[in-house]
C-alpha cells in the first residue's frame, strides 16, 4: 500500500507543537530570541520529545521555545500557513489544528489578532493547495480560569469561518471536568463543538465525565477508556470520535508500546477511531507515518484504512460542503 497517497485527516494537531525546526530559528534570530543552537540539527533535540518520556509533563518541555516564537502576528500567520502546507504536500485533506490562544499574549497580542493570525495562515494554504482547515481552541487546564470566557467570545466571530471547537489541554488530573462544566457550557451556548483530552494518563473516568458533563462529541486520546467499562460503554453507545495519536501515546507512555496500543481492539468493537498526529515535530511524525504505523502493527487492510478514513471524515467539525467533498476521496 503507498500510505503517502493515500488521502488523509488529521484532527488532533497542535499548532506550537508541529513548527518547522528552521522556523523556529528564523523567527528567534528575527526576534532576538537566544537559542540554544543556531542549525536545525542541534535544535532538533531541544524540540523533539525522547521516544521514551517518562511522562506527558517531561514531553510538554518541548513546546518552551515554540512558544517563545509565536507573539506576533506575522510569526504566528505563517506557522500555520507552513503547517497546512507540510500537510498537503503529503495528501492530508483535512485538518483541523488546535492552539491556546492565551499562551501567545506576552508581548501585547490581542485574542482576536491571535485567532485571526492562525485563520489567515490557514486559508492561505487553501488557497494554494488541496486541504481544507479549521481552528480549535484549547485551553490549558494548568492556566487561571479567569480569561476562559475572553477565548471564547473571541473566537465567536470566527465560528464556522476558520473556528469550529472548543478544548482543553495540557496535565490531566482526576475529575478535572468537574472544575470547567461552566466554560464548556457556555462554548456550547455560543455554538461551539467540544472535543476534550481525556483518557489519555490512565483516567478513564475523566472520558465519561467529558462526554456526560462538557459535552464532549470527540475525544483526544481516550485510549484509556480500557480500564473504564463505563466509559468504554458511553464512547460506544454514542459513537463518540477517539484521537488517537500512536506515536505520542507511545512517547508519553500513554502505552509502553505500539502493540499494546488499544487501537485495533477499538476498532474491531466498532468504537470510532480515528488516526492523528498530535504534534508533527514534538513526536518526529507525519500523517503518513502514523498511518503506515497503524496499518503495519495491526495488519489492517485498505478496505479497513477507508473505513477509518470515513469515521474521520464523519467526526469532523468540517461543514456539510467539505464533508460530501472529502467523502469522494475514500471512492
Not at 532576538?32 to 521516544?51: C, F, G, M, Q, S
Not at 465525565?209 to 459535552?215: E, K, N, V
Request: one cysteine or more; hydrophobic letters at 35%.
Amino acid at each position: 500500500m503507498n500510505y503517502f497517497d493515500l488521502p488523509k485527516i488529521d484532527l488532533h494537531c497542535h499548532l506550537d507543537g508541529s513548527i518547522r525546526p528552521q522556523t523556529i530559528i528564523e523567527l528567534a534570530q528575527q526576534q532576538n530570541i537566544p537559542l540554544p543552537a543556531d542549525n536545525v540539527e542541534d535544535i532538533k533535540p531541544h524540540l523533539i520529545a525522547p521516544e521514551t518520556c517518562p511522562n506527558l509533563d517531561e514531553y510538554l518541555k518541548c513546546f518552551a521555545l515554540p512558544v517563545a516564537v509565536m507573539q506576533n502576528a506575522e510569526s504566528i500567520e505563517r506557522i500555520a500557513f507552513e503547517l497546512y502546507e507540510d500537510a498537503a504536500r503529503e495528501n492530508v485533506k483535512y485538518m483541523e489544528v488546535r492552539f491556546g490562544p492565551l499562551l501567545h499574549m506576552q508581548q501585547g497580542l490581542t485574542l482576536d489578532q491571535i485567532i485571526g493570525s492562525v485563520v489567515k495562515g490557514i486559508r492561505r494554504a487553501e488557497q494554494q493547495y488541496d486541504i481544507h482547515g479549521n481552528c480549535i481552541l484549547s485551553i490549558l487546564r494548568t492556566m487561571p480560569k479567569d480569561q476562559i470566557n475572553d477565548v471564547i467570545d473571541a473566537g465567536a466571530k470566527y465560528l464556522n469561518n476558520g473556528v469550529v471547537a472548543f478544548d482543553l489541554a495540557a496535565s490531566e488530573l482526576p475529575g478535572f471536568c468537574h472544575e470547567f462544566i461552566p466554560y464548556a457550557q457556555y462554548a456550547l451556548e455560543k455554538g461551539y463543538k467540544v472535543t476534550i483530552h481525556a483518557g489519555e494518563q490512565g483516567v478513564g473516568q475523566n472520558v465519561y465525565d467529558a462526554i456526560d458533563l462538557l459535552g464532549a462529541e470527540r475525544i483526544g486520546h481516550g485510549i484509556h477508556i480500557t480500564g473504564h467499562a463505563g466509559a468504554y460503554q458511553l464512547v460506544k453507545d454514542k459513537q463518540t470520535a477517539l484521537e488517537t495519536c500512536p506515536s505520542s501515546n507511545v512517547q508519553t507512555k500513554a502505552v509502553n508500546r505500539l502493540e499494546q496500543h488499544p487501537f485495533k481492539d477499538f476498532y474491531l468493537d466498532n468504537l470510532p477511531v480515528t488516526i492523528n498526529t498530535d504534534n508533527r515535530t514534538v513526536s518526529n511524525t507525519t500523517m503518513t507515518e502514523e498511518v503506515e504505523k497503524v496499518m503495519e502493527q495491526f495488519q489492517l487492510s485498505r478496505e479497513d484504512y477507508f473505513n477509518i478514513y470515513q469515521v474521520s471524515v464523519e467526526g469532523s467539525f468540517a461543514s456539510e460542503e467539505v464533508k460530501q467533498h472529502l467523502l469522494k476521496f475514500a471512492q
